[in-house]
């Protein structure tokens, strides 16, 4: 009999991607997308708007088939059987307004099959988990957009999906809201499902990803754990308004003792050091009012993006895909 260690080994795939290529007609979209999601795993795909992770989770959740390569729901092609076993919270809510959160729930339980008092138990777990239990004969037009948002996650889960699919769950909401969504994305994952995330957010990648695929210009170019994605990293992380600094200036911040990367924008430098209160004093005493901004936090997944990709991790709305 096979053992527990083979079951594992041999277990179904909640999602993978081999060779998986999607192009609009723009020219934006992902090529040649290799992912693995395995079962009580949260992913982080993690880039700015337009970067392609959108068109990623896409191909996931079977909105669109790829122009090549695949896409196989616990080892199946997508289809009604592997549609009934996705969660899927899209960027924009897309709930009916004249309908109460209560009925908002009924509705996607029964496209699930659900019925009677099981239907009902759902939707009462749920509503209350995510801090709207008090709310359910309320109409979803009274809802703040944390609220709302809150709902567009249980709207996800009454079928209790073994995949989530999640686009930016949790832009510009407030921290309670942000924090009553990961604690229900938590007990998901702790009950073995998987949860693939698209996400621009660094600090959240980091503090609940247990891997974080980087994507930029439509391709996966790092995918690691947060911790190993940022080790190496020195300490604190210094951004220096910096205009007028030269290729000489980086070449001889390079060669200074306790600097580590020194990545250079259009008019910002962004050094990693391995104490900031003994290397910024130097950087006034030597450059004095050409610096004329710093900033010091500790160095993060945000400097591991910069480190990798070459540019900032920025937050453009101009290409939702």
């Not at 009604?80 to 109460?100: F, H, K, N, W, Y």
């Not at 754990?225 to 020195?234: A, I, K, M, Q, R």
């Not at 004329?292 to 480190?307: I, K, P, V, Y």
């Amino acid at each position: 009999m096979p053992n527990a260690e083979t079951e594992v080994a041999t277990a179904a795939l909640p999602a993978q991607l081999s060779g998986a290529t999607f192009w609009w007609q723009e020219g934006r979209g992902a090529g040649e997308i290799d992912l693995s999601v395995r079962a009580g795993e949260v992913v982080t795909l993690l880039g700015p708007n337009g970067a392609g992770k959108s068109t990623i989770l896409k191909m996931l959740s079977g909105e669109i088939e790829p122009q090549q390569g695949s896409v196989t729901i616990f080892d199946q092609p997508h289809g009604r059987e592997a549609r009934r076993r996705i969660g899927l919270v899209l960027q924009e809510p897309s709930t009916d307004d004249l309908m109460t959160l209560q009925e908002t729930l009924q509705l996607h339980g029964r496209l699930f099959g659900l019925r009677g008092s099981t239907l009902q138990r759902r939707c009462d777990e749920l509503l209350d988990s995510l801090g709207l239990g008090d709310r359910a004969g309320d109409r979803c037009e009274t809802l703040s957009g944390g609220l709302r948002r809150r709902l567009d996650i249980a709207r996800a889960l009454p079928h209790e999906p073994d995949l989530l699919l999640l686009d930016e769950p949790t832009l510009a909401l407030d921290p309670d809201s942000s924090a009553a969504i990961w604690e229900a994305l938590s007990e998901k994952v702790s009950a073995g499902a998987a949860v693939v995330v698209c996400s621009n957010d660094t600090a959240e990648a980091e503090a609940y990803a247990d891997r974080v695929v980087i994507v930029s210009d439509g391709r996966v170019v790092a995918e690691d754990s947060p911790s190993n994605l940022t080790d190496g990293l020195l300490h604190d992380a210094l951004e220096l308004d910096w205009p007028s600094a030269t290729g000489d200036d980086i070449a001889e911040l390079e060669r200074w003792h306790g600097v580590g990367t020194v990545l250079w924008t259009e008019d910002q430098l962004v050094l990693t050091v391995e104490n900031s209160s003994e290397t910024v004093p130097q950087l006034f005493q030597r450059y004095g009012s050409r610096i004329t901004g710093c900033r010091t936090r500790e160095s993060s997944l945000r400097d591991a993006w910069f480190q990798i990709v070459g540019r900032p991790l920025t937050d453009s709305r101009e290409d939702q895909r």
